[in-house]
């Protein structure tokens, strides 16, 4: 245990150090400096270092932050009324701090904040700690009588607030300080954007306080723009960072004696500010981060059935093109026999003869290694629910379905176990079933277009079945249905059926089909073994 | 070996005249058939050698010819041409009693050594069933009288046990053993306990064996 802290001690003695002396250097270019008439700014950054410290290298910790706002306390503000009382504010907001970083971990908003839920969660955390941290800091001095209790509402808003700005902007971009080079590396892609959305900052900053003083809050709103924008093409990151420069920006601004809007109307329009870049970033995220997800599913499901389509077309073309090396070897080792029985053929002939034979066996195994390596098979052995699997496929199809006008009835008993297989290619064939049986029931008139999917378990097998009241296989094509290139579409390559009966055969089930008895058109019936062969 | 063939059914022409021709050269009779069916409208049990089927052919598939030639208890040794890297199927052939399999494009020389052993497993089994037959015509000229002393003697009783058991005198003992050595044409006793043990190991498998029963 003496051994874990003091491993433990070595690892953050650096940060630790880092942390203290980048709280005090905020404090002092937040409070030395009297940038607003009111000499606080309306935001903590330092509260923001804090909770990021605590999040990124343990909630334990939060005793050196009460070290570092006490060594602030006492090197820079201009009039410490009681040093007990400090130190006691200190304490507290220590404490309360460290409780919301275990709670913000415990919750899992440690990271990057990946969909608005989150992000609002953190923020109603931040602000119910931010609350707790200014009543009781505020409380400690109306108690003693060091703050009059008329002013302290005024005194406690404000000073939530200013903390809850500063753990809205600077905690989060803190947190993914690993995906700075990520970021920095984008903005070099992007820079020309970048530099347009620093300008209309830049502008709207301008705008905003180079207007007659009464005005300036009317066209505060105007900063919503930019933020919008970056918030849409960086997500909440950049737009923390465009709120970052606004808050620069006011600094600079009060600095050259440009009046600024009042002390609290500042402080909510600043929260407004970042709440839109929070919340409208991870909203944005999250819808980039759902279309790359099914963006990568559609990809592997298009590889996948790539592959398997290669691998029915070598298969058909290994078995045709083998019938006619058969029999050309068996003409040439014919020929070798018929050669040696004339003692005086030519010696070269035998000798030809031979070295066909070589190449025609080589060709053959040109054949048989395409085949194997489509063969072989990239299947993958791992554990598919096979509910979430045909959920997701019938979903894929509502659009078609509604077009087609059709009805598709699922029926999964709940017995149905996962099974053990590679759910790309069990996807493949749900989806060539689904595809086929809409196709059929398209030629059926359309009041009576209905596709009925049945899953169930029978004993250490898995019974699929897809029925439709299409017209039913036609007799013709009954016979070879599952052999490649037989299909009844004008359009179609006669492909699905022939790569799914391989896909499941691989997979050690079986394909079958037969009439419907409930539905009148063709049953596609699917077995497979709940544990794959092995 | 003389009248033994090789049926060959390949749904392939060329297949087909290929390995006919490379069959004949290498000294063995072939006679080739386009399909499965035209393979069982023509044999009959008389017919001698082997079969050399492929497995995926139109109609029929090799799969189904030997279900059917079992069923009709055809003893024909039978070897399957498949294509190759289809173990599945050639083990499913090999299940079914196929003696051998053989991946296309196929060796000449390891098609014929095949090819030689099932012809060989057909004349061994040809051979013991017309011995078998022959033992059981000779034994079917036997009286009862004669058939139980024979039973008494490979059971291993002496003529006066025997003619105690069957409640006749030593002498007649003597009689029925020399008409029925006579009739089964053996010169000594050892002779004929050898066919009697011969008679009652292949007894119980008779009705499925005997040549008669395989006919359609």
Known sequence: ?534 | MSDSTVFLVDDDASIRDALSLLISLKGLRSSVFASAEDFLAVYNPSCRGCLLTDLKMQGMSGLDLQQVLQERGVQLPVVVLTAHGDVNTARAALKNGAVDFLEKPVNDEVLIDVLMNAIRIDEDRHRTQTQQAQTTARLARLTTREREVLDALADGLSHKEIAEKLSISARTVEVYKARMMDKLQCGTLADVVRLAIEARATAPERPQTGPNVASQ
């Open chain 1, 1 to 534: 245990m003496a051994a874990e802290v003091r491993r433990h001690g070595q690892a953050v003695i650096l940060p630790g150090v880092a942390y203290v002396i980048l709280y005090v250097a905020l404090t002092w270019l937040s409070y030395a400096q009297p940038v607003l008439k009111t000499e606080i700014t309306p935001w903590n950054p330092q509260t923001g270092l804090t909770v990021a410290f605590l999040l990124l290298f343990g909630p334990r910790l939060w005793p050196i932050t009460v070290v570092a706002a006490f060594l602030s306390e006492l090197l820079i503000s201009a009039n410490v009324v009681s040093l007990p009382l400090s130190a006691a504010a200190c304490l507290w907001s220590g404490i309360v701090y460290g409780l919301l970083a275990a709670v913000l971990r415990r919750l899992d908003l440690a990271g990057p904040l990946l969909s608005a839920v989150a992000a609002g969660r953190m923020a109603v955390a931040a602000a119910i700690a931010a609350s707790i941290v200014a009543v009781g800091g505020v409380g400690f001095f109306v108690v003693t009588g060091h703050v009059a209790s008329a002013e302290a509402l005024r005194g406690i808003a404000r000073y939530a607030l200013a903390d809850l700005n500063g753990i809205l902007i600077v905690t989060p971009l803190l947190v993914l300080s690993k995906h700075w080079r990520e970021g920095i590396g984008m903005l070099r892609n992007h820079w020309r954007e970048a530099v347009m959305q620093g300008a209309l900052v830049l502008a709207t900053l301008l705008m905003v306080f180079f207007l007659p003083a009464a005005d300036q809050l009317r066209f505060f709103y105007l900063l919503f723009v930019p933020i919008i924008w970056i918030a849409l093409s960086w997500r909440s990151s950049g737009a923390l960072f465009a709120v970052l420069a606004i808050q620069v920006g006011l600094i600079v601004a009060a600095r050259l004696g440009v009046h600024t809007p009042r002390f609290l109307d500042l402080q909510v329009l600043l929260l407004t500010l970042i709440l839109t870049a929070l919340l409208l970033g991870a909203v944005v995220g999250e819808r980039a981060a759902i279309l790359h997800r099914l963006r990568e599913r559609d990809a592997e499901l298009a590889r996948a059935t790539r592959f398997a389509v290669a691998g029915e077309l070598t298969s058909a073309l290994a078995h045709e093109l083998n019938q006619p090396i058969t029999a050309l070897v068996s003409y040439l080792r014919a020929s070798d026999i018929l050669a040696s029985r004339h003692a005086n053929a030519d010696p070269q002939l035998r000798a030809t003869l031979e070295k066909s034979v070589k190449e025609v066996m080589r060709a053959s195994d040109v054949l048989r290694k395409l085949r194997d390596f489509y063969r072989g098979g990239a299947a993958k052995r791992e554990e598919v629910d096979f509910v979430a699997l045909s959920t997701r496929v019938t979903a894929s199809f509502q659009e078609n379905l509604r077009q087609t006008s059709a009805v598709l009835v699922s029926t999964i008993d709940s017995s149905v176990p996962p099974v053990v297989g590679d759910a790309t290619q069990l996807e493949i064939v749900l989806h060539n079933l689904i595809a086929n049986a809409i196709d059929a029931v398209s030629r059926a008139p359309s009041s009576q277009r209905r596709i009925e999917l049945h899953a169930t378990r029978s004993e250490d097998e898995l019974i699929l079945s897809v029925e439709d009241s299409g017209p039913g296989v036609a007799a013709e094509v009954s016979r070879e249905i599952f052999e490649p290139f037989v299909t009844t579409r004008s359009g179609g390559m006669g492909m699905g059926l022939a790569i799914s009966r391989t896909l499941v055969q691989a997979r050690g089930g079986d394909l079958s089909f037969g009439r419907s008895s409930t539905l009148g058109g063709a049953c596609f019936k699917l077995r497979l073994p709940i544990e794959a062969p092995g």
